[in-house]
Every structure is written in structure tokens, then in C-alpha cells.
């Protein structure tokens, strides 16, 4: 007897595409992504919980918040592409000489539309741009709450909370484990921030 069961062609397909996609692929813009945001928003909420150990000025603090974010994002930036035009140049490298045994001679632009070769430019800002966006984080939490205790507490929640989000934003697209990335990502932004505010405060109690 026949079978009245019918395959739905289309689900098969999104199946296998699904399971086919290379992860992989979304390394490169993923990695800078997720490096310059998590950095954006530890190094500069950490920052500014330092300034705040010993000044309490909600001035000081957002001054120092600023000045964490521009130059921050300036680094990632050169940062960024110094580092993936060095890798960009070594896998030319190799293709040149790929190419060299193979016989067979191709443009540097060719090389570049053909292969799947990183991207400085795109590396850069996107490393950049998502630095920018996690320093916003502290930076807004703080800007509009006078009583230095509550802003303190703010910036901790606030980021607290981004972190949270920034982990399992990166794990999700990545189709990596959520719990463990998330954690992993909390605890470290709490240690610096902890580290920063005690060492700052301890070294401003000595006069120094």
C-alpha cells in the first residue's frame, strides 16, 4: 500500500540549509563585534567606577567616561585593522603560491572577489562602531543621576544587564552554549570593574 504521508519539499530544504550553514563564516565580523562591545562596555564602565572611587562628581565621572570612549574606539579601530590586514597579506601570500605550483596566475582583485578573505575595513568598523555602542551603556546610566551612591548602583545594573545581553546575543549567533558565555561574560566584567574601584580607591586613600 502507498503511503499517504507527504513530504513537504520546501521543509526538507530549510532542513538541510540549516544544517549545512557554516557558522564559521559569521567568525570574522562576529568576533570584532562582540570583542569591541564587551570591551566598549567594561573598559569604560570600569573607567568611570575607578574615577568614581575617589571623585564623586557626576561630572568627573562622565568626563572620564567620554574620553574612555573616543579613545577606545580609536584603538579598536587601528587595532582591528592593523591585525586583519597582517592576515589579509599572509593568506595572499599563500594563494599566491598556491597559484605558483598550480600554473595558474590571477589578479590581486580577483583574489579577493574569489576567496572568502578577511576584510580590514569592514573588521575596523564594525570593531569600532560596537566598542561606541557598549561605552554608551555606562555613559547614559550615569549621565542624569546626581546622588553618587544611586549612579554607582546604576552603572553596575546597567551593565550588569548588557553584559547579560551582549553574551547571549554573541552565543545565539554563533549556535554556541547561552548559559556558559553569558556567565562567563558577567562574571568577567564584574572582576574588572571590582578590581578598578578597589585598587583606584585604595591608591587614592594613600594620597597618591
Not at 7 to 26: A, T, W
Not at 186 to 192: D, E, I, K, S
Request: charged share 15%; with cysteine; aromatic share 6%.
Amino acid at each position: 500500500m502507498a503511503s499517504n504521508t507527504i513530504q513537504n519539499p520546501n521543509i526538507e530544504q530549510g532542513e538541510d540549509l540549516e544544517q549545512e550553514f557554516d557558522y564559521s563564516k559569521r567568525s570574522q565580523w562576529l568576533r570584532a563585534a562582540v570583542l569591541g562591545a564587551n570591551d566598549g562596555l567594561i573598559s569604560t564602565a570600569s573607567l568611570m567606577m575607578g574615577v568614581g572611587a575617589v571623585k564623586h562628581a557626576i561630572k568627573a565621572m562622565v568626563l572620564a567616561g567620554f574620553a574612555g570612549l573616543v579613545a577606545g574606539a580609536c584603538s579598536m579601530a587601528i587595532g582591528e585593522f592593523v591585525s586583519v590586514y597582517s592576515q589579509l597579506d599572509i593568506e595572499l601570500a599563500q594563494l599566491r603560491r598556491d597559484e605558483k605550483r598550480a600554473g595558474v596566475v590571477t589578479s590581486e582583485e580577483e583574489k579577493r572577489e574569489g576567496g572568502n578573505l578577511p576584510n580590514p575595513i569592514q573588521a575596523a568598523a564594525a570593531s569600532s562602531l560596537a566598542f561606541s555602542v557598549g561605552a554608551m551603556v555606562p555613559l547614559l546610566a550615569a549621565s542624569f543621576i546626581e546622588e553618587y551612591r544611586v549612579r554607582m548602583g546604576v552603572v553596575v545594573a546597567a551593565v550588569s544587564a548588557a553584559l547579560v545581553g551582549f553574551g547571549w546575543v554573541g552565543a545565539a549567533l554563533g549556535r554556541a552554549p547561552v548559559g556558559k558565555a553569558t556567565a562567563r561574560v558577567l562574571v568577567g566584567g564584574w572582576l574588572a570593574m571590582a578590581l578598578t574601584f578597589g585598587l583606584t580607591k585604595l591608591i587614592g586613600s594613600k594620597g597618591l
